[in-house]
Protein backbone atom coordinates (compact mmCIF):
# COMPACT_ATOMS: atom_id res chain seq x y z
CA UNK A 1 0.00 0.00 0.00
CA UNK A 2 1.44 3.10 -0.90
CA UNK A 3 0.57 5.69 0.95
CA UNK A 4 1.25 9.84 0.20
CA UNK A 5 1.83 13.05 1.93
CA UNK A 6 1.62 16.70 0.45
CA UNK A 7 3.21 19.72 1.72
CA UNK A 8 4.42 23.40 0.78
CA UNK A 9 0.96 25.06 -0.21
CA UNK A 10 0.28 28.37 1.29
CA UNK A 11 -0.98 31.43 1.06
CA UNK A 12 0.96 33.56 -1.73
CA UNK A 13 0.32 36.65 -3.74
CA UNK A 14 0.27 36.48 -7.46
CA UNK A 15 3.22 36.32 -9.53
CA UNK A 16 4.79 34.54 -6.75
CA UNK A 17 6.35 30.66 -6.40
CA UNK A 18 5.84 27.77 -4.68
CA UNK A 19 6.85 24.19 -3.70
CA UNK A 20 4.70 21.05 -3.44
CA UNK A 21 6.14 17.96 -2.09
CA UNK A 22 4.47 14.80 -2.63
CA UNK A 23 6.28 12.17 -0.35
CA UNK A 24 5.97 8.33 -0.73
CA UNK A 25 5.75 5.52 1.26
CA UNK A 26 5.25 1.80 0.91
CA UNK A 27 5.66 0.21 -2.67
CA UNK A 28 8.99 0.73 -5.44
CA UNK A 29 8.64 4.76 -5.47
CA UNK A 30 10.36 4.38 -9.05
CA UNK A 31 8.68 2.25 -10.65
CA UNK A 32 5.44 3.58 -10.60
CA UNK A 33 3.60 7.28 -11.92
CA UNK A 34 2.52 10.34 -10.26
CA UNK A 35 0.19 12.63 -10.72
CA UNK A 36 -0.33 16.06 -9.32
CA UNK A 37 -4.62 17.29 -9.77
CA UNK A 38 -5.83 19.97 -8.12
CA UNK A 39 -9.78 20.65 -7.20
CA UNK A 40 -11.17 24.45 -6.94
CA UNK A 41 -14.17 25.23 -4.68
CA UNK A 42 -17.16 23.81 -6.97
CA UNK A 43 -14.87 22.44 -9.65
CA UNK A 44 -13.91 19.00 -10.91
CA UNK A 45 -10.51 17.70 -10.02
CA UNK A 46 -8.42 18.49 -12.44
CA UNK A 47 -4.82 17.04 -14.09
CA UNK A 48 -2.12 19.31 -13.22
CA UNK A 49 1.15 17.44 -14.60
CA UNK A 50 2.75 14.23 -14.30
CA UNK A 51 6.07 12.64 -14.17
CA UNK A 52 6.61 8.30 -15.32
CA UNK A 53 8.05 7.55 -18.71
CA UNK A 54 8.81 11.71 -18.86
CA UNK A 55 6.90 14.29 -17.73
CA UNK A 56 2.81 15.93 -19.01
CA UNK A 57 1.60 19.19 -18.26
CA UNK A 58 -1.80 20.36 -18.36
CA UNK A 59 -1.97 23.24 -21.05
CA UNK A 60 -3.06 26.16 -18.53
CA UNK A 61 0.06 25.19 -16.34
CA UNK A 62 2.75 24.49 -19.10
CA UNK A 63 5.68 26.80 -18.89
CA UNK A 64 4.73 27.93 -15.44
CA UNK A 65 5.44 24.51 -13.47
CA UNK A 66 7.95 22.02 -13.43
CA UNK A 67 7.35 18.34 -11.82
CA UNK A 68 10.24 16.34 -10.77
CA UNK A 69 11.19 13.24 -8.80
CA UNK A 70 13.87 12.09 -6.11
CA UNK A 71 14.17 8.74 -6.22
CA UNK A 72 16.53 8.60 -3.23
CA UNK A 73 13.91 10.68 -1.07
CA UNK A 74 10.68 8.96 -2.45
CA UNK A 75 9.27 12.33 -3.22
CA UNK A 76 7.82 14.33 -5.90
CA UNK A 77 8.13 18.23 -6.26
CA UNK A 78 5.71 20.32 -8.34
CA UNK A 79 7.31 23.57 -8.92
CA UNK A 80 4.74 26.38 -9.33
CA UNK A 81 6.21 29.96 -10.67
CA UNK A 82 4.29 32.91 -12.30
CA UNK A 83 1.31 31.78 -9.83
CA UNK A 84 -2.55 33.14 -10.55
CA UNK A 85 -5.41 33.57 -8.43
CA UNK A 86 -6.90 31.07 -11.03
CA UNK A 87 -4.52 28.59 -9.54
CA UNK A 88 -6.15 28.42 -6.04
CA UNK A 89 -6.93 25.31 -5.41
CA UNK A 90 -6.19 22.18 -3.13
CA UNK A 91 -3.58 20.12 -4.82
CA UNK A 92 -3.24 16.52 -4.49
CA UNK A 93 -0.79 14.12 -5.27
CA UNK A 94 -1.63 10.28 -6.33
CA UNK A 95 0.54 7.53 -7.72
CA UNK A 96 -0.26 4.65 -10.28
CA UNK A 97 1.56 1.53 -8.30
CA UNK A 98 2.87 -0.35 -11.26
CA UNK A 99 2.77 1.73 -13.86
CA UNK A 100 5.00 4.82 -15.07
CA UNK A 101 2.59 5.87 -17.73
CA UNK A 102 1.20 9.24 -16.85
CA UNK A 103 -3.05 9.29 -17.58
CA UNK A 104 -4.71 12.59 -16.75
CA UNK A 105 -7.98 10.31 -15.00
CA UNK A 106 -8.24 10.50 -11.90
CA UNK A 107 -9.88 6.91 -11.50
CA UNK A 108 -6.79 5.30 -12.78
CA UNK A 109 -4.73 6.44 -9.67
CA UNK A 110 -4.55 4.03 -6.89
CA UNK A 111 -3.52 5.95 -4.44
CA UNK A 112 -4.00 9.37 -3.45
CA UNK A 113 -2.48 11.94 -0.64
CA UNK A 114 -4.61 14.19 1.80
CA UNK A 115 -3.95 17.16 -0.25
CA UNK A 116 -2.62 20.44 0.52
CA UNK A 117 -4.45 23.86 -0.01
CA UNK A 118 -2.76 26.69 -2.35
CA UNK A 119 -3.99 30.54 -2.19
CA UNK A 120 -2.94 33.02 -4.70
CA UNK A 121 -4.32 36.48 -3.63
CA UNK A 122 -4.70 38.76 -6.70
Known amino acids: QVQLVESGGELVQAGGSLRLSCAAS????????VGWFRQAPGKKREFVAG?????LYAESVKGRFTISRDNDRNTVYLQMSSLTPEDTAVYYC??????????????????WGQGTQVTVSS
Open 94 to 111: AARTRSLAIVTTTVLYSS
Open 26 to 33: GGTFSSYA
Open 51 to 55: IGWGT
